[in-house]
């Protein structure tokens, strides 16, 4: 399953980390926060080429 979401088609509805992909000379994944108000990401990088919404953190581990 795909959901990386290009910047070209749309961007982040609210303000909050996303996860991005950069793509320079190589790619490279990594959380960055996404401002409404700016109306981009803050990245010294290269600008995302695209984003995600950051993935639900799994529940506790169960004690061994």
Not at 12 to 18: F, L, Q
Not at 28 to 50: D, I, R, V
């Amino acid at each position: 399953m795909n959901n990386w979401i290009s910047v070209k088609d749309r961007l982040p509805d609210k303000s909050a980390y996303y996860l991005t992909t950069i793509r320079d000379a190589q790619a490279m994944t990594k959380a960055l926060w996404y401002s409404k108000n700016a109306g981009q990401f803050s990245c010294e990088e290269k600008y995302p080429t695209h984003w995600m919404p950051l993935p639900i953190p799994p529940k506790k581990a169960a004690s061994k």
